[in-house]
């Protein structure tokens, strides 16, 4: 065939192909069948050998102007599908569906908790300053009255930080209470004192509904002259009655911590469900005990350099996570920790 009528032949259908090409994927399919390595025009461009030499000029510009005017066309076709088709998503769109909500970050309930606390000391006229989480046994255990080898130690399961001297005072461990606070504060410091402490601690312990290996602690100091047991009582009643209202019961019991004398413990009456069940499983499951306390102890007193016949003080240290539990009448301590999002999202 002569191939000045195979060139027309070919323009005619690539116009009819096109024409019925309908999406992308079809567009590619002629662009091999044209313009591919065995395409259509490929092959006619290599029969320019056989075309008369006078020929050849001719066939050639004619060759090239069909095969710039195949991609032309095809790119224009292009366009069209793709501008087709976003104008079908448009008009798919409904605008009457509700939207979907964001989902959006909250404040952890401990967190949540313990600002709510430190709040509250704050309106009493306390201070929050914070301390380091890695403790020295100096401040953990020795300015609080527990020297080495002293049983009390054994009160507070240690996690201590690998390291050769072990014995020596400077070793350091995951602090196990924030009352080492007491110590630094005062330290640094001359009364009168009034403050709380916020803050991570860790026991090498087994956990259950009310332990938890780690957890928060809120310490509070208050040191000046003339400070009485009665202040003590005072100030952790009003504490408990805006946490948890009048309704609930408060209990003090005598307890021992060696950096205070007299100790206490404080305990509020269980949560109870509308049924009367009591979710929350302690030792004793008509109180659980959400504080230790007392009178800071003349040897602490005297470790920071006070005189002890001139300032006396209190001193407390409570679990937030066992408070909001009570509240909220949360059933178990691990769940703060867990990271399941069906008890985190209640809290937003
Ligand atoms: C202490 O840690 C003392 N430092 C408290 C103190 C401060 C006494 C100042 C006197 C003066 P205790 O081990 O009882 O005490 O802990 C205090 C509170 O921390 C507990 O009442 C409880 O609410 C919380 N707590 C203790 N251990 C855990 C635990 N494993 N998981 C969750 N909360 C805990």
């Known amino acids: 065939m002569d191939v000045f009528i195979e060139l027309n032949q070919i323009q005619a259908e690539f116009q009819k192909d096109l024409d019925l090409a309908s999406d992308l994927a079809q567009l590619d399919q002629l662009k091999i069948r044209y313009m591919g390595r065995s395409g259509s025009v490929t092959n006619l461009l290599r029969k320019i050998s056989s075309v ?10 004619d060759a090239n102007k069909l095969k710039s005017e195949i991609s032309d066309f095809m790119s224009r076709k292009a366009n069209e599908i ?19 909500l964001p989902v ?53 399961s240690t996690m201590w930080i690998d390291n050769p001297n072990h014995s020596d005072t400077n070793s350091t461990l995951l602090r196990t209470h924030t009352s080492p606070m007491q110590a630094r504060f005062m330290e640094s410091t001359t009364p009168p004192i009034r403050i709380v402490v916020p803050g991570k601690c860790y026991r090498y312990e087994a956990t259950d509904s009310t332990h938890e290996w780690h957890f928060y602690q809120i310490e509070g100091l208050v040191v000046d002259k003339g400070i009485s047991f009665a202040n003590l009582k ?5 504490f408990a009655k805006r946490v948890f209202g009048d309704d609930r019961q408060v209990r003090f019991r005598c307890d021992y911590f060696p950096f205070v004398e007299p100790g206490v413990d404080m305990s509020i009456s269980n949560f109870k469900d509308s049924e009367g ?22 040897e602490v007193l005297k470790s920071v350099g ?17 408070i909001s539990m009570l509240r909220e009448g949360i ?13 985190l999202g209640q809290f937003v």
Not at 139 to 148: A, D, Q, S, T, V
Not at 314 to 320: D, E, H, K, T
């Open 52 to 61: 008369q030499k006078e020929d050849r000029p001719r066939f050639g510009a």
């Open 104 to 156: 959006i970050g909250a404040l952890h309930p401990t967190t949540q908790i313990v600002r709510e606390i430190c709040d509250i000391f704050v309106s009493l006229g306390f201070s929050v300053i914070e301390g380091p989480e890695i403790e020295s046994d100096k401040y953990n255990f020795e300015m609080l009255n527990i020297p080495k080898g002293h049983p009390a130690r054994d009160m507070w």
């Open 277 to 298: 069940n009591r979710p929350i499983k302690g030792k004793d499951e008509d109180w659980i005990e959400i504080l230790g306390a007392g009178m800071v102890h003349p």
């Open 234 to 238: 005072g100030t952790l009643y009003e």
């Open 82 to 100: 793709q501008v087709g088709s976003g104008r079908k998503t448009i008009e798919n769109l409904d605008v009457t569906l509700p939207g979907r």
């Open 306 to 322: 006070y005189d002890p016949d001139v300032y006396t003080g209190f001193a407390f240290g409570m679990g937030p996570e066992r």
């Open 331 to 343: 059933d178990d301590i691990r769940n703060f920790y867990s990271n399941d999002l069906r008890f």
